[in-house]
């Protein structure tokens, strides 16, 4: 079965950084693989995205600021998030995403940026 677990999130202060992670197992054939984050009584919104082939689409708001990267031989993707900001408070989840479209999520983790 598919595994997908994040880590990483945590309490930073305005201007800090934090790196996530996202380890998956088992079998999936994937067209892309992605960080989404939903803050209180806002939409899921995507964040950061790296494709099967390596291209890379980020957000406006975090184009600058946040990196996404994977290593394939540890089935792993990461966010690097520096520079953060309030705005940039939310419960992060991992996705993965098949060719077929259907979407495997992570449980999220809890990143908040407050002083």
């Known amino acids: 079965q598919v595994q997908i677990v994040e880590s990483g999130g945590g309490l930073v202060q305005p201007g800090g950084s934090l790196r996530l992670s996202c380890a998956r197992s088992g079998v999936i054939f994937m067209s892309a693989m992605g960080w989404y984050r939903q803050a209180p009584g806002k939409q899921r919104e995507l964040v950061a995205r790296?494709?099967?082939?390596?291209?890379?689409d980020y957000a406006d708001s975090v184009k600058g600021r946040f990196t996404i990267s994977r290593d394939n031989a540890k089935n792993t993707v990461y966010l690097q998030m520096n520079s953060l900001k309030p705005e940039d408070t939310a419960v992060y989840y991992c996705?993965?995403?098949?060719?077929?479209?259907?979407?495997?999520w992570g449980q999220g983790t809890q990143v908040t940026v407050s002083s």
């Open positions: 996705n993965v995403r098949n060719y077929q479209g259907l979407d495997y």
């Open positions: 790296i494709t099967s082939g390596g291209s890379t």
